[in-house]
């Protein structure tokens, strides 16, 4: 179903949220009231959701719930750090449940989206029917690294296009030097982090895509995505405020359904990653997507996400 099929076939609400902090966050709505509650965490952090992630769900059949992060999408204040860690984003989530009456959802998430689907359930294991997650992104200091630096010797060009933007003494910690240019007062120094991260990003995560991209951002593109990767970098340079050895202890802990679906080939997040979280989550099941690396909409990956996602008895407890 297309986005605009979704559209008129159920109606869409919108309102906003204020959660304390000066934060207020955008929420959205899509499906029938009396359907299964699904909460879909978008990923990131910082990136907001996308209106395509309405084609992944069924209105007709489920009551989905949308949201941007703290400092996320169209959230306010866009691109705020301050009172902004992983724990907090958890509290949120249990007030938008609490302001729309759903005793249990299922939560659905993709890459870090999928990392706060895992870290909410382990917090609050009685809100959460089941989880659908995808691509899902290991936190902690060497996965960062990973990303930022590992992939030099597995996407050399990608990896030097980023290098190239910031001077060679640098480069030893690429993520340092890109959130220095990103807080800086030099706006466009900023914008051209902004724009180097989001190509580099492009490249590793959906190269087919990178390669036919045509045009440049504009200066508005660029602004914004200076406030998304300011808030990225924030939250990578704490290594998600999660910690890999507490975060795979909290997934051990939990005794809900979960589906892990991931990509053989992603270069993002390593499918390694994937297998271990299964090995340690009682009830998991873990889905391979052959040929597909960290793309939510290639065609592989959306048909093994609306397989995962048909409403069944595990997940429609909740309103």
Known sequence: MSLSDALSAAPLSRFLLPVGDGHVLQVETLGEPSGEPVLV???????????????????????????????????????????????????????????????????????????????????????AASLVVRSVFMPGEANVRWFFQGLAEVCPEAWQ?????VPAAE???????????????????????????????????????????????????LDR???????QAHYLRAGCFLGETDFIAACAALTLPVTLIHGRLDRVCPPANAERLHARIRRSRLVWVEG????????????????????????????
Not at 82 to 99: C, F, M, P
Not at 161 to 165: K, P, R, S, V, Y
């Open 41 to 127: 965490l978008h990923g990131g952090p910082g990136s907001g959701c996308s209106p395509r992630l309405a084609e992944l769900y069924d209105p007709a059949r489920q009551f989905v719930v949308f949201f941007d992060q703290r400092g996320a999408g169209r959230s306010v204040p866009t691109g705020e750090t301050r009172a902004n860690t992983t724990a907090r984003l958890i509290d949120d989530i249990e007030t938008l449940r609490r302001r729309l009456g759903i005793v249990r959802w299922r939560v659905t998430g993709g890459s870090w989206g999928a990392t706060l689907a895992l870290a909410y359930a382990a917090a609050h294991p009685e809100a």
């Open 161 to 165: 296009a980023l290098a190239a933007t």
């Open 171 to 221: 480069r030893g910690d690429l993520l340092a030097a890109l959130q220095l240019r990103l807080n800086g007062a030099d706006a466009e120094r900023a914008r051209t982090a902004a724009a180097a991260w989001a190509a580099y990003e492009r490249a590793v995560a959906e190269p087919a895509a990178a390669a036919g991209r045509d045009g440049l951002p504009t200066a508005a593109e």
């Open 225 to 231: 995505l200076v406030l998304k990767y300011r808030l």
């Open 292 to 319: 597909c690396g960290h793309e939510a909409f290639h065609p592989a990956m959306v048909a093994a996400w609306r397989d995962a996602l048909l409403p069944s008895a595990d997940g429609a407890e909740g309103r």
